[in-house]
Nanobody
């Protein structure tokens, strides 16, 4: 089992930045892929970004590519999501996720509880 806890959400004006963090505990010795999803009110949960265990490979949704940066620190068992040039449409609950591997239509096995990000216009 892996436990994930997000932090860093909040309210920011359009054009601003926020940095989300995800702390992992439990079987963190395993080579888990870590990622972020988000869910806006009335919408389905959508993929945002994922980073490989080595940190060398990253993938982003088209909607955040060029504005968001995912990273990880395996020594601290954390993954961060740096969000720049935020837009009102980025408003959502953001979830950290982890699993042993990544694939298209990724459905991770482990999830955090979510952190609210609100971008005002």
């Amino acid at each position: 089992q892996v436990q994930l806890v997000e932090s860093g959400g909040g309210l920011v004006q359009a054009g601003g930045s926020l940095r989300l963090s995800c702390a992992a505990s439990g079987r963190t010795f395993a080579p888990y892929v870590m990622g972020w999803f988000r869910q806006a009110p009335g919408e389905e949960r959508e993929f945002v970004a994922v980073v490989s265990f080595s940190g060398l490979r990253t993938y982003y949704s088209d909607s955040v590519k060029g504005r968001f940066t995912i990273s990880r620190d395996n020594a601290k068992n954390t993954s961060d999501l740096q969000m720049d040039s935020l837009k009102p449409e980025d408003t959502a609950v953001y979830y950290c996720a982890a699993d042993r591997s990544y694939s298209d239509h990724w459905q991770p096995a482990f999830w955090g509880q979510g952190t609210q990000v609100t971008v005002s216009s």
